[in-house]
């Protein structure tokens, strides 16, 4: 699985880049069929203490990619949030899959 961390308007440090891969790593125990994951990490506003933007796109088999995204002052929440979003984005396609191969309930 791959995991990419890209920054627009912001330099990613190692710091930032390790905490987004350590929280990717919860989507992959949601579901295994997740082939790549995708941070995009912007300044909203271009001040000292500006607005930070985050993007998290999670590509897996037999779905469109799961978007995700949440603002924040703090840059680390921020990832958290969006981290948050994706995982009930692809524990609720799960469930659907599961759902599925059981059939009808008679």
Known sequence: ????????NIEVTDAIREHA???AGKLIKFFDGVQQIVFRLS?????HHGTYGVEVVVDAVKNKDFVSR?????LYAAIDLA?????????DF?????????????
């Open 70 to 74: 949440a603002q924040g002052e703090d």
């Open 21 to 23: 891969e350590a929280k």
């Open 43 to 47: 300044r909203e506003d271009h001040q």
């Open 94 to 106: 799960k469930e659907r899959l599961r759902d599925v191969k059981r059939g009808p309930v008679e």
């Open 83 to 91: 981290v948050q979003r994706a995982s009930r984005q692809v524990a």
């Open 1 to 8: 699985m791959r995991i990419d961390v890209v920054g627009l």
